[in-house]
């Protein structure tokens, strides 16, 4: 079992950043991939980046690559996902999630096992 917290949302102007946090309760955190997704309102949850269990090799959303950049510190047990260039499109609740296997990178959110809580970003014009 895998419980996820995340943290980090807020409200901030387009053009600027903020860092998500997920922290894990697992001590298997080592053994999974992680991912971010979001979902605006009337919308559905979209895949937005997803990271190797070691950190070796990462996968983007077109619409956030160059601007979004996720990473993780497994000593921590926690994934990031740092956002910048912030547009008022971005606003969403960002969920991260770990897949139901280990060793297993994935950006299809049907895969996705454990789940947050999801954290609120507004992104002001």
């Known amino acids: 079992q895998v419980q996820l917290v995340e943290s980090g949302g807020g409200l901030v102007q387009a053009g600027g950043s903020l860092r998500l946090s997920c922290a894990a309760s697992s001590g298997t955190f080592s053994s999974y991939a992680m991912g971010w997704f979001r979902q605006a309102p009337g919308k559905e949850r979209e895949f937005v980046a997803a990271?190797?269990?070691?950190?070796?090799?990462?996968h983007y959303a077109d619409s956030v690559k160059g601007r979004f950049t996720i990473s993780r510190d497994n000593a921590k047990n926690t994934v990031y996902l740092h956002m910048n260039s912030l547009k008022p499109e971005d606003t969403a609740v960002y969920y991260c999630a770990a897949p139901a296997r280990t060793y297993y990178s994935t950006a299809t959110s049907r895969e996705y096992k454990y789940w947050g809580q999801g954290t609120q970003v507004t992104v002001s014009s």
């Open positions: 990271i190797r269990w070691n950190g070796g090799s990462t």
